[in-house]
């Protein structure tokens, strides 16, 4: 919470999603943890583990709402929980009753088709191993690849290795960074990350890591990444 709070930076579902509903709490909201699976729509039903926290809020005037701020590339609106499709600023999404749970279709934006959770509510506890698991796995993709994202009303800003993507309507940017001082700019520039804040070694670290990962997806015969 330290890191959200005062240092600038964000974390991925488990930690951001945590730190949104201590703060919806406080403001008198109730808030259920959901268990999800990011993926494909079968994901779930194929048994694929749990890979995500989203919350669901109950309002005294409405809802309930789906708020997932640990999304990297959703939208910034709560989502109303009920089938249908939704718009969100430029983006529109597809929710649909799937089983005991939903299906979020995601936008046509994003890199993922979109995330399945179920209906019971979960304790913090639920999440442990997976988070282990999810940080520290080298079969993880956040173990894999550098990744920080931004969701804004009209596009969505991804650094993925060295390569900073920016998708929305109408737009379809591709920039490979050249040197560590462009990856610092677009920390800060791009993502609120000041470089003092992670400091020299771990921005070393960092930069090394993205152009190996680069590499490594050019060797692949991918896309640059």
Do not use: K
Request: hydrophobic share 40%; glycine share 12%.
């Amino acid at each position: 919470m330290a890191r959200v709070l005062r240092g600038g930076r964000g974390g991925y579902c488990f930690e951001i999603n945590t730190v949104l509903l201590t703060l919806l709490e406080s403001c008198g909201f109730e808030v259920e943890r959901r268990a999800a699976v990011v993926g494909a729509r079968d994901a779930w039903a194929c048994g694929e583990p749990v890979n995500h926290l989203t919350l669901v809020v109950q309002t005294p005037d409405g809802g309930p709402f789906i708020a997932d701020a640990g999304l990297g590339e959703g939208v910034l609106d709560p989502l109303p929980l009920a089938a249908g499709r939704v718009f969100s600023d430029a983006f529109c999404l597809t929710i649909e009753r799937d089983g005991d749970g939903w299906w979020v279709g995601q936008h046509e934006f994003g890199s993922v088709p979109g995330f399945r959770f179920g209906d019971a509510r979960q304790p913090l506890s639920a999440f442990g191993a997976h988070h282990e698991r999810l940080s520290t796995s080298p079969e993880s993709s956040f173990v894999q690849t550098l990744v920080v994202q931004r969701p804004a009303a009209d596009r969505i800003v991804t650094l993925r290795a060295r390569t900073l993507f920016s998708d929305g309507p109408g737009r379809r940017e591709r920039t490979v960074l050249d040197g560590p001082q462009a990856f610092c700019a677009v920390l800060e520039d791009s993502f609120g990350i000041a470089p003092d804040v992670l400091g020299p070694a771990r921005l070393a670290r960092l930069w090394g890591n993205a152009c190996e990962q680069h590499r490594a997806h050019q060797l692949g015969g991918e896309d640059a990444a």
